[in-house]
């Protein structure tokens, strides 16, 4: 939540907010990176069941670790990081695409942030497509990893447990909702083949061991493994328990491996939100080891290479881009692909509360549809899923209105009530009266209750453990805020 704010932001928020990390060393979470442990909350119950390889044209498999609020001189500086880099491609001008955390997480699975600029809850409407969708499409295999997860499917606000560093220390939030990338999706999320592929790291244990990784992953550390709570030298020690000894096993890291390793984020906007980013793992040839990449990217352009890399369809959003979706060197040479662009004045990825769209209360815009004109850099359609309206275009909408006052009507804050704890999705009414206070993630943590907006196919709706929390936090205020206060409060989150 904490973004420790940079000098700029600090001159308009007029006092620096304290700084997140906690005074702690790193202590590793299991015995080893392939062993599970009962640190990781839920256990693996299964192993993942996969489609036959599907063979890409420059690699087989791709494992995105993210990290947290990271400025690129700061990992820069870490040795681990700078051992790490000897090993791979620096991206020297890989960016994100704002702030806070949510939104550059949201934008990683669906190619649009939304006008999203805070880290509450949000639920997005079963016509809006994620890369899921053109994964499936293809047959090629999914999952996220998520550590401390506690069940496969959880939905919950966040996950709040003993302290594994120190039990006496009392409950720690070690997983949130908002590192979860596909977490926000109905499309993903309200359907049980897929919510059960977002797995926990007892799963991960079990599936590395199978030789059953996907042949996309999605891999969020924990909130002090990840650089959240905590500094760079505690993420650089998890780095070195859990990732290096895997680029040695063969389970995880081949000759047809990439593995992309950024933040989500910068910590301050002195550097127009750059991310220290390395491409490693075998499809890396030696010869490139230690070189860098000084072209532009962004998160989606982690998006538009995987869909070059299987000629997969696009989603017609940030991920068609010509601007912010170049395909990586490395892929594209090996690929033919031709339509990089060199952008020599980078947009400013810094700023977000003023971006209308269907996840800003305060300059509320209904969703819209893909553009089915765009071509994306795997050659193939541009997806519309089920029940899209294709007369929202940018623009066909009205003018942003102002939805963020309480009972406005703001429809997307709600938890719709995917509820997997036993094990199956079951929809829960959470509009429901209930002494329970158990909420649609199986436990008391899912921040919102209110109208569902979608529910899934398939499933069976229920009653009785609708969630009594309060709906999402609305922050900014209305739409008369000025620019400066719109841009701090984004960053005081
Ligand atoms: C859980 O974490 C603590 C702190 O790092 C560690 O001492 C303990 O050995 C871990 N448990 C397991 C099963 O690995
Ligand atoms: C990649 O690994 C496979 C299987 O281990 C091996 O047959 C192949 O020669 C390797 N290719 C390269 C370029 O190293
Ligand atoms: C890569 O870029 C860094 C600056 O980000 C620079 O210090 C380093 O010398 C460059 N390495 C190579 C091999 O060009
Ligand atoms: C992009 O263009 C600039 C200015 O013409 C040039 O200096 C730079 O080398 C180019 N970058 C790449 C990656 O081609
Ligand atoms: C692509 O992204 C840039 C930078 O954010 C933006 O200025 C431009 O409007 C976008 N293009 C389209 C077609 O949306
Ligand atoms: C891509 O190809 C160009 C031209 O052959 C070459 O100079 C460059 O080193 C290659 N870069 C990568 C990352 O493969
Ligand atoms: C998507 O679905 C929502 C909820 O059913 C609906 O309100 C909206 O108009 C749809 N948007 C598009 C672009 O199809
Ligand atoms: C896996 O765990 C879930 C929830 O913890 C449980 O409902 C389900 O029955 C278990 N499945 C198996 C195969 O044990
Ligand atoms: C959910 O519960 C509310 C309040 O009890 C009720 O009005 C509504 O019809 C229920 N919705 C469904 C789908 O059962
Ligand atoms: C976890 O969720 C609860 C309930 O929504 C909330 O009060 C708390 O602030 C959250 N903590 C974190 C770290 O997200
Ligand atoms: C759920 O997802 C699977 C895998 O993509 C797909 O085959 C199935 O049709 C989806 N079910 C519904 C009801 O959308
Ligand atoms: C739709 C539904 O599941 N309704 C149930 C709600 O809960 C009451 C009391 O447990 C049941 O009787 C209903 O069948």
Redesign the pocket.
């Known amino acids: 939540m904490l973004f420790p704010a940079a000098v700029s932001v600090a001159l308009v928020l007029g006092a620096a907010p304290a700084f997140a990390a906690i005074a702690q060393s790193f202590s590793p979470p299991a015995s080893s990176p392939t062993s599970q442990s009962s640190n990781y909350t839920g256990a693996s119950n299964n192993t993942l069941t996969n489609s036959p390889l599907v063979p890409g044209k420059a690699f087989d498999r791709f494992i995105q670790i993210w990290l947290e609020n990271t400025d690129f001189a700061t990992a820069a500086s870490s040795p681990v990081f700078q051992t790490l880099a000897k090993q791979g491609i620096t991206l020297t001008q890989y960016y994100a695409l704002t702030h806070p955390s949510e939104p550059n997480y949201c934008a990683a699975a669906g190619g649009d942030f939304f006008g999203m600029h805070d880290d509450n809850f949000y639920s997005i409407p079963k016509n809006i497509s994620t890369i899921v969708d053109l994964l499936d499409a293809k047959d090629v295999s999914w999952a996220t990893y998520q550590e401390n997860l506690p069940f496969d499917g959880y939905t919950g606000f966040n996950y709040t447990q003993t302290n594994y560093f120190n039990a006496s220390a009392g409950q720690y939030a070690y997983y949130v909702r908002k590192h979860n990338p596909v977490m926000f999706y109905n499309s993903v999320m309200g359907n049980e083949t897929r919510g059960l592929r977002v797995r926990n790291f007892n799963d991960f244990a079990n599936d590395l061991n199978a030789n059953k990784i996907p042949q996309w992953s999605f891999i969020t550390p924990n909130m002090v493994n990840d650089a959240h709570d905590t500094t760079i030298d505690f993420a650089a020690d998890w780095l070195q328990f859990w990732l290096m000894p895997l680029l040695g096993n063969k389970n995880f890291n081949t000759n047809r491996t990439l593995i992309l390793l950024t933040f989500d984020e910068s910590e301050t906007a002195r550097e127009g939100n750059r991310l220290f980013t390395l491409l490693l793992g075998g499809s890396v040839p030696t010869k490139l080891h230690g070189t860098n990449?000084?072209?532009?990217y962004t998160h989606y352009s982690a998006l538009s290479t995987v869909e070059n890399n299987w000629g997969l369809g696009s989603l017609g959003r940030g991920d068609t881009n010509a601007t912010l979706s170049n395909v990586f060197?490395l892929v594209a040479n090996a690929t033919g692909y031709t339509k990089n662009v060199?952008v020599?004045n980078p947009p400013q990825n810094n700023d977000s509360g003023m971006i209308p769209g269907p996840l800003n209360p305060a300059f509320f815009q209904s969703f819209t549809a893909p553009n089915t004109s765009a071509t994306g850099a795997g050659g193939g359609p541009v997806f519309v899923g089920p029940g899209v309206d294709m007369s929202f275009t940018k623009s066909s909408l009205p003018a942003p209105v102002d939805l963020s006052a309480p009972g406005a009507g703001f429809p997307f804050g709600n938890d719709p009530g995917f509820d997997y704890s036993s094990g199956k999705l079951v929809i829960v009414n959470t509009t429901s009266s209930s002494s329970s206070s158990t909420a649609a993630g199986g436990s008391s943590t899912a921040a919102a209750g209110g109208t569902s907006t979608d529910t899934a196919a398939g499933s069976t709706a229920t009653n009785g453990t609708g969630s009594t929390g309060s709906a999402a936090t609305n922050v900014v205020s209305g739409p008369a805020l000025t620019f400066a206060a719109v841009l701090a409060l984004a960053f005081a989150l």
Not at 293 to 296: G, M, Q, S, V
């Open positions: 990449d000084t072209l532009y060197t060199n020599t």
